[in-house]
T-cell receptor
Framework: DTEVTQTPKHLVMGMTNKKSLKCEQH?????MYWYKQKAKKPPELMFV???????INESVPSRFSPECPNSSLLNLHLHALQPEDSALYLC????????????????FGPGTRLTVT | EDQVTQSPEALRLQEGESSSLNCSYT??????LFWYRQDPGKGPEFLFT???AGEEKEKERLKATLTKKESFLHITAPKPEDSATYLC???????????FGTGTSLTVIP
C-alpha cells in the first residue's frame, strides 16, 4: 500500500480563522513533507520532518505551523492566512535516513485545495 | 546551486506520435532521480526511480533513462489519457530534500 491520505479535500477559510490540515501514511516512512503548489508551478517545499523532528523549514511564515504527533501523522496548522496563501497543499512521505538503496521516492497525497477569502 | 531543468515546458502530440521529455540536473551527488505524473488538481503520482547512469525503467508506454547529467522520459505511441504534467525530481546523497523541475505539460490529441 503506497497511500497517503489528506483531509480535508477542500477548505475555504477567512483571514481570521484557525484551521488544520491533516496527513496520514502507514508505509512506515520516517520522513514526511509539506509542499505548497500554485497553478502551473512545481511543488514548493515548506517543511520536512525526519523521525518526527523538524529537519527543514524553508523560511515559511509563522502563520503556518507544522506538527508531527507520531510517525504516521502530519498536521499543518493555519492561522491568519492571506489570500496569496490560496493553493494546493500537498503532503508526501518517503523513507528517511541515508542507509543503502532502499526505495527513496516520495509518495504524495491527493492534496488539500485551500482558498483564503 | 542545485538545479533541475525540464524541457520542453509544453508538448502537444498526436495520438501515436512518440516523443521524449528531458530533465537535466546539477547536484553535488545524486542519490536518486524520480519521475512523477500529475493531473490537474491532484497530487503527483510516482512513476519511476533511477539511481545510476545507464539505468532504464519501463511502464506501459513510458520508459525512463538516466545519464550523468540528464534523464529522458520516452513516450511511445501516446494516448489521450497520457495527457498530464510530468515532473522530474532529484534527491541528493545527503538529507531528505527533493528538488523539482518545473514540469512538462503534455497534451495528446486524438
Amino acid at each position: 500500500d503506497t497511500e497517503v491520505t489528506q483531509t480535508p479535500k477542500h477548505l475555504v477559510m477567512g483571514m481570521t480563522n484557525k484551521k488544520s490540515l491533516k496527513c496520514e501514511q502507514h508505509m512506515g516512512h520516517r520522513a514526511m513533507y509539506w509542499y505548497k503548489q500554485k497553478a502551473k508551478k512545481p511543488p514548493e517545499l515548506m517543511f520536512v520532518y525526519s523521525y518526527e523532528k523538524l529537519s527543514i523549514n524553508e523560511s515559511v511564515p509563522s502563520r503556518f505551523s507544522p506538527e508531527c504527533p507520531n510517525s504516521s501523522l502530519l498536521n499543518l496548522h493555519l492561522h491568519a492566512l492571506q489570500p496569496e496563501d490560496s493553493a494546493l497543499y500537498l503532503c508526501a512521505s518517503s523513507q528517511g535516513g541515508l542507509a543503502g538503496y532502499a526505495a527513496l521516492e516520495q509518495y504524495f497525497g491527493p492534496g488539500t485545495r485551500l482558498t483564503v477569502t | 546551486e542545485d538545479q533541475v531543468t525540464q524541457s520542453p515546458e509544453a508538448l502537444r502530440l498526436q495520438e501515436g506520435e512518440s516523443s521524449s521529455l528531458n530533465c537535466s540536473y546539477t547536484v553535488s551527488g545524486l542519490r536518486g532521480l524520480f519521475w512523477y505524473r500529475q493531473d490537474p488538481g491532484k497530487g503527483p503520482e510516482f512513476l519511476f526511480t533511477l539511481y545510476s547512469a545507464g539505468e532504464e525503467k519501463e511502464k506501459e508506454r513510458l520508459k525512463a533513462t538516466l545519464t550523468k547529467k540528464e534523464s529522458f522520459l520516452h513516450i511511445t505511441a501516446p494516448k489521450p489519457e497520457d495527457s498530464a504534467t510530468y515532473l522530474c525530481a532529484v534527491r541528493e546523497n545527503t538529507g531528505n530534500q527533493f528538488y523539482f523541475g518545473t514540469g512538462t505539460s503534455l497534451t495528446v490529441i486524438p
